[in-house]
């Protein structure tokens, strides 16, 4: 009887190693400010889309349905900050606005030691968007994703019209 064996899954930059090192990038770039879960969750798909919001060009290519792309991160970020705060990466306090993420005792070595051209362009797109967005108070921070959120809106109902489905 013949074993039938999976094909090799294709390499992502979308699983909780990936999310992890992009969590701590920003973290590092933010330090010694922390942030909670969800403004994570948005630097994350911020950091990868830069482009999108008048930054330097995205480091990964644009995706036809942004607002999905956006929605699936939450669970991602949150395993991706776990994985991260086993090796001092990333530290998780709880202060009286809830719990915040910080970058841990090891990040900034860590950091230092990734030197290929992706990590570089990933460190500098960190440090844009944590100068652009990162300290935006979070009224602002909303006020800047629900623009972004009504274009991702407007471009699915173009999609959802170009299939023939009614808006």
């Known amino acids: ?96 606005d809830g719990i915040r993420y910080s970058a841990g005792e090891s990040a900034a070595v860590f950091l230092n030691a990734l030197q290929s051209d992706y990590m570089k362009a990933l460190k500098e797109r960190a440090a844009w968007l944590v100068d652009r967005v990162g300290h935006l108070p979070d009224a602002e921070f909303r006020a800047l994703m629900r623009r972004f959120f009504d274009q991702w809106v407007e471009e699915f109902q173009q999609v959802e019209r170009s299939l023939g489905v009614e808006a």
């Open 1 to 96: 009887m013949d074993v039938i064996t999976p094909a090799p899954r294709p390499a992502t930059f979308n699983g909780p190693l990936e999310a992890g090192v992009r969590a701590v990038a920003v973290l590092g770039a933010a330090h010694p400010a922390s942030f909670d879960l969800q403004r994570l969750v948005t630097l994350d798909y911020l950091l990868v889309h830069t482009g999108d919001i008048g930054g330097p060009t995205s480091l990964h290519p644009p995706t036809p349905m942004k607002s999905a792309e956006f929605l699936i991160r939450r669970k991602l970020v949150e395993q991706a900050l776990l994985l991260m705060m086993t090796r001092d990466l990333v530290s998780r306090d709880a202060t009286p």
